[in-house]
């Protein structure tokens, strides 16, 4: 599974990583690991966890400290989702 964050504006790639894109279960409150990579222009981040997601369970996805290219920080933004089976 691949977790897919599109910005509304280009942001600096430097400042998108594990420790800004974060993905948690719910249940448990185990933090998932996962590698995170910024496209070229700044406009796509993608977060691959290292271990397939457990089904039928929530997680939150939390974008946090990413700044723009101008270097004014973006909203800390988070979203729940649920696994299929």
């Known amino acids: 599974m691949v977790v897919t964050v599109s910005f509304s504006e280009p942001v600096n790639p430097l400042t998108v990583d594990e420790t800004s894109i974060i993905l948690q279960d719910q249940t448990t409150g185990q933090i998932v690991v996962v590698a995170v ?9 993608t977060a691959v966890p ?8 929530v997680y939150r996805l939390q974008v946090a400290n990413v700044m723009d290219k101008a270097g004014k920080s973006i909203p800390v933004t988070g979203i ?3 696994t299929g089976e």
């Open 50 to 57: 290292e271990a397939l997601l457990l089904s039928n369970t």
């Open 37 to 45: 990579a910024a496209n070229a222009t700044g406009t796509v981040a």
């Open 80 to 82: 729940f989702f649920t």
